[in-house]
Every structure is written in C-alpha cells, then in structure tokens.
C-alpha cells in the first residue's frame, strides 16, 4: 500500500519567515495531494490540494508543489503568522484511499 | 453552510463495552469516512461508506463497524472496547469520492 513520509516532525520559525514542510510517497499511482492544518482540539481543515496533472498551486501565502518523477510534494507558507501555528499533515490518495503522513508542528514565534 | 458534525464531543467507557460515535456529513455528500487518531500520531483510515454502503476498509479489527443512514449520516460502533482505542475519532464527508475531504470537530474516546 501507500506509504507517506513527512518531515521535518518539527518546525519552528521566526513570524515572517517562510515555512517548507516536504512529503514523499511510494505509490506512483497516487494522483491527489491535499494538506490539512490541524489546531489544538479541533479536526483537521484542508487548507490547499493538488492533482497530479498540476506542477504547482498558489493560494494567497500558501503554495503546493508536485515532483511527480521524484514523488514528492512540499507545502510553502511565506510570511508566516503566529495563527499558522498547529500541526500540518500530508495526503496522497491512491485508489480508494488516502493515506496521511505523520505531522509537522509548525511554531510560529512573534 | 453547515460542516460536518459528530457527537459526543467525549466518550468515557469501560474495557469490554461497546461505544457508538455520531457524524452528520455536509449537505450533499454522500461520502462519509472514519479515521482514527491517536496521541501523538496521525490519521488511521477505518472505513468508508458511500450511498449506504461499506466501500472500504481500513487494517482495522472487525469489532470496528459502522453504517450509513439514508440521509447519509453515519454511526461508528466500537465493540469490546481494549485501552489502545483510546483515541480522537475523526468523521468526514466529501462530494465526490475521496476527494476534498471536509473533517468534523472528532469524538475524543477514552476506555479506562
């Protein structure tokens, strides 16, 4: 089956700063890439995705970018916020699944 | 619009009981899905279920069982409950098949 990996576990950076949060996976097949950003006590909420027939996708300070032949996708926040601060977590979907990575807690210090 | 919602917000059982966790999908969506989240870990995919029926599993025991409802809602049943199922369960719904998934609040179960 899928499998996704998801680093760093940690990220911690200065408010203003870029944050990059990188993901590879293993089955080729996979075609739909989304991100969540989950915060204290709350369920997951999809903040950006991408399908595999797209390089890169922008939305205001967040961007997505694809490596279909290196499998990977990575997560770009610039001129992060404190409010960025949570856990943000990976997908690929694979079939009739979708598997996560692990998490990265991104701290934003003011 | 309304999201997703789940009920209870907590659950508080027993090793050996049964517990039942709630989830309304967003208007429209006929995809529910249930993941598992664990202290400290990330999402465990259990099950789907998609005009009705059952459509996937995850590698989870089957004490782990739901349905769907007609109106798409959809229950969780957890059976002979162990403490390792103590954990955040996740509900969520989409419109089209496993794609763009919209997550609830979770239901926090813990099994003393």
Known sequence: ?110 | EAGVTQSPTHLIKTRGQQATLRCSPISGHTSVYWYQQALGLGLQFLLWYDEGEERNRGNFPPRFSGRQFPNYSSELNVNALELEDSALYLCASSLTSWLEQYFGPGTRLTVT
């Not at chain 1, 200065?14 to 989950?38: L, M, R």
């Not at chain 1, 890169?56 to 601060?85: C, G, M, W, Y």
């Open chain 1, 1 to 110: 089956g899928e499998n996704v990996e998801q680093h760093p576990s940690t990220l911690s950076v200065q408010e203003g700063d870029s944050a990059v949060i990188k993901c590879t996976y293993s089955d080729s097949a996979s075609n739909y890439f989304p991100w969540y950003k989950q915060e204290l006590g709350k369920g997951p909420q999809l903040i950006i995705d991408i399908r595999s027939n797209v390089g890169e996708k922008k939305d205001q300070r967040i961007a997505v970018t694809l490596n279909k032949t290196a499998k990977h996708f990575s997560l770009h926040i610039t001129e992060t916020q404190p409010e960025d601060s949570a856990v943000y977590f990976c997908a690929a979907k694979a079939g009739n699944m979708l598997t996560f990575g692990g998490g990265t807690r991104l701290m934003v210090k003011p």
